[in-house]
Every structure is written in C-alpha cells, then in structure tokens.
C-alpha cells in the first residue's frame, strides 16, 4: 500500500531564510511523487514533479525536492522564503504502472507561515 | 486556455438531502477525478471517470456516485447527506488515463448543517 508522512504540521520561518518541507513515502512500486501548493480559497497548484528522471527536481517559484530511494523522502527546499510561499504545501505520492489509473495520495500538509 | 471549473463556489445542505456537484475538465482532457478534503486534511480520492466509465474507487460509501458526460464534463452525486460529509470537493482532470498530472479546479465548499 502506498502512504505519505508529512513530518511538520507547521512550519515557520522569516523572510528571506531557507525553507525545508519534510515528507517521508511508502510504496511498494516505483512511484511518482508531487509537491503541491494551495493558497487560501484556491485550488491545488503543482509545485514540482519526480517521475524516475533526474532525483533533484526542479519546480517552480524556485522550490526543488530531492527523491533519495535510501530514505524513502521526498523532501521540499527553497533557499530563500518570500511572503507570498505562505500556504499549504501537500505532498503527494502515485503508483507507476499498468494497474495504476492516477489516483493521487496525499498528505496530511504542511502549513507554511513566512514572518517579515 | 480555460482550466478546470467546478459549480457551484458554496452549497449548504440540510441531514438527509442529496447534493449534486459539476466539473468541466481542462480543455483537451478526458478523464476526470474527484477529491474530498476535510478541513485541516489533504484532500481523498473518491473515484475516476474516463470513457464515461467509473475506473477506480478510494475508500467511500456508495452514497458517493458520479457520472462522466460525453463532453467530458463530470458530476459527483451524494445521498443521504451526513454532518461528516462537510468538505471541500475538488475535481481534477488529466490526459488520459494513468496520466498522474492532474489539474485541479478551485473547489466546491459543501457544508452540511
């Protein structure tokens, strides 16, 4: 069975410092995993993306997760926090492969609260 | 470019009564998905439609149903509703089957009094 941690309920840190987003995944397959972001009374928006390209990936608004199979994490980076990445920040793991039709499991979130 | 859409924005239902919800897919997409989300959760899949068919099922009642039109827009139906069916339901939509890049529409905020 596939699952996700989200290892921070809540995460703060001040404007301008780095940010880290902690997320531990289970999955008995080789999966694809996602970061994404959702703002107060909108809806979900893809950060990034891992499907068993590149392990460091690259996203928007200057986030990067790194896939580390070792771990089993998935971890969300930015190296400096602005006020408009307060939000919640889901991640997200799917099963890769013909039994799969893309069903998404998320985590339970973590709320990012930037301070000035 | 339209993304996804869901109707309506806001819906409050009393115990008991049934509840219809509406999602048109982005455009070019054909298969759609539908999420609930609790407050203070990350959202659950309830199930996927594609060619008009129910392809896969999370974890709810068979008060949960939905339907897939043609057109690719989708309906997600509840009965009997319960206090507990309180959330946030959001559709998203994909380009195929399997594909797991979905887009999400803004949601439709279900409250049960």
């Known amino acids: 069975a596939q699952s996700v941690t989200q290892l921070d309920s809540h995460v703060s840190v001040s404007e301008g410092t780095p940010v880290l987003l902690r997320c531990n995944y289970s999955s008995s397959y080789s999966p694809s995993l996602f970061w994404y972001v959702q703002h107060p009374n909108k809806g979900l928006q893809l950060l990034l993306k891992y499907t068993s390209a590149a392990t460091l990936v690259k996203g928007i608004n200057g986030f990067e997760a790194e896939f580390k199979k070792s771990e089993t994490s998935f971890h969300l980076t930015k190296p400096s926090a602005h006020m408009s990445d307060a939000a919640e920040y889901f991640c997200?793991?799917?099963?890769?492969?013909?039994?799969?039709?893309?069903?998404?499991?998320f985590g339970q979130g973590t709320t990012l609260q930037v301070k000035p | 470019d339209a993304g996804v859409t869901q109707s309506p924005t806001h819906l409050i239902k009393t115990r008991g009564q049934q509840v219809t919800l509406r999602c048109s897919p982005k455009s070019g997409h054909d298969t759609v998905s539908w999420y609930q989300q609790a407050l203070g959760q990350g959202p659950q899949f309830i199930f996927q439609?594609?060619?008009?068919?129910?392809?896969q099922r999370g974890n709810f009642p068979d008060r949960f149903s939905g339907h897939q039109f043609p057109n690719y827009s989708s309906e997600l139906n509840v009965n009997a509703l319960l206090l507990g069916d309180s959330a946030l339901y959001l559709c998203?939509?994909?380009?195929?089957?399997?594909?797991?890049?979905?887009?999400f529409g803004p949601g439709t905020r279900l409250t049960v009094t």
């Open positions: 997200v793991v799917s099963m890769r492969g013909s039994s799969n039709t893309g069903k998404l499991i």
């Open positions: 998203a939509s994909s380009l195929a089957l399997g594909n797991y890049e979905q887009y």
């Open positions: 439609y594609y060619e008009e068919e129910e392809r």
